[in-house]
């Protein structure tokens, strides 16, 4: 498995959650804080390190606050 | 381990954020149009052609040269800037209330007269800037702001089948319709944004993408549920498909 990570813009975010349900994994959860906008951003829960880069969360996302790594590609 | 960027912000997007309500799909059809112009390397000579409505300010996310039209008349300015520039690549990006109403003679007439431009429509079935009023292309039936009981037909007509319409032209080369629900609808969108772009370079005429989105905002519905019924409700009536691809542009695939 290719292994991954993602790094969010958290002051583009607008907290709008749809790319926590496009992740196969489901790492991708909205965070407890709020960015200066106001929004509460999405943020990456990865402890085991599942992701696998696929780009599935940045290409859904609107506001274009997500980009993604991969390892050794 | 050597790290590599695999998706990032495309070059042909400003950094700048947008005003876009959260979870509209205008933001990722900004996105795909802007990794298209990446990709062909044509941000230098494209010239993109802003609405009004939502997408007004577009001037100030796509990192490229862009005009602003008068409401509906984008294609005309897109007629003008490609005749006269013919080397440019020109696009319209224009929504329902911009396209659909006041702009319809110009877009049919662009079509018709077989301009070589793109034209990437946003349908999202409301007026969206002006506080979500019933636009041509409102479902019978939808609830907005001024058909607080739904369209009803009888008094309001239906809606306008855009993609439909355009490809009846003889000038249309490449009309399509697709939706950016999904990541891989959204890649669907994109593929089609390309041909649409390629389609011009090759100088076969008027192209049209139009794309089902949603308003979350003046629909009264989260961001999820928004694209929910795009699939449910919109894609039921604006089915997506290829309405016109002339020989030429299958070629270009
Ligand atoms: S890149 Fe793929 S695996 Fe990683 S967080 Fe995004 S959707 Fe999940
Ligand atoms: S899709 Fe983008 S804007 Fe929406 S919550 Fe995720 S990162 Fe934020």
Partial sequence: MAKGTILIDEDRCKGCELCTTVCPFGLVHIANHFNAKGYRPSTLVDPEGKCTGCTLCARICPDVAITVYREGV | ?253
């Fill in chain 2, 1 to 253: 381990m050597e790290r590599k960027v695999v998706f990032a912000k495309p070059e042909a997007l400003t950094d700048a954020p947008t005003h876009y309500c959260p979870g509209c799909t205008h933001g990722v059809v900004h996105r795909l149009i802007a990794e298209v112009i990446d990709k062909l390397g044509i941000r230098e000579i494209t010239i993109g052609i802003a609405p009004v409505g939502c997408a007004v300010l577009a001037y100030n996310y796509f990192n490229l040269d862009v005009a602003e039209a008068a409401h509906g008349r984008a294609p005309a300015m897109a007629t003008g800037l490609k005749r006269v520039q013919p080397d440019k690549v020109v696009f319209t990006y224009q929504g329902d209330g911009d396209l659909a109403a006041i702009g319809t003679a110009e877009i049919v007439h662009a079509a018709s007269r077989g301009e070589n431009i793109t034209t990437i429509f946003i349908n999202n079935a409301v007026y969206g800037m002006t506080g979500g009023q019933m636009a041509p292309t409102t479902l019978p039936g939808q609830v907005t702001t001024s058909t607080p009981f739904g369209r009803d037909v009888k008094i309001a007509g239906y809606p306008l089948r855009v993609a439909e319409l355009i490809a009846t032209t003889s000038g249309a080369a490449y009309v399509v319709r697709r939706m950016v629900t999904k990541p891989a609808t959204i890649a669907s969108a994109k593929k089609a944004i390309k041909l649409a772009f390629q389609a011009q370079r090759a100088e076969l005429g008027f192209s049209l993408v139009e794309i089902l989105s949603s308003c979350p905002t003046n629909w009264g519905l989260n961001p999820r549920e928004a694209l929910e019924w795009v699939e449910e409700n919109m894609a039921a009536y604006y089915p997506l498909g290829d309405y016109k691809v002339i020989d030429e542009v299958k070629s270009l695939k």
